[in-house]
């Protein structure tokens, strides 16, 4: 599911980043972006350990 959501969010930003600085719209850009965010979440979410948080 995060390669799904991390496609679907770098799309849209790279669309509206590239509307506002006017350059054209670059698909294969924003699929390799989103490959690399994809792939930087699940790392993070396999490194934070998933212990019960101590009441200090």
Sequence with gaps: M???WSFVLVALLNYVVGAI???P???Q???MIS???AVL???LGE???NQEVSDN
């Design 2 to 4: 995060a390669f799904v």
């Design 21 to 23: 600085a006017n350059v």
């Design 25 to 27: 719209f670059d698909f």
């Design 29 to 31: 850009a924003g699929v």
């Design 35 to 37: 490959l690399v965010m």
């Design 41 to 43: 979440v699940i790392l």
């Design 47 to 49: 490194a934070i350990p």
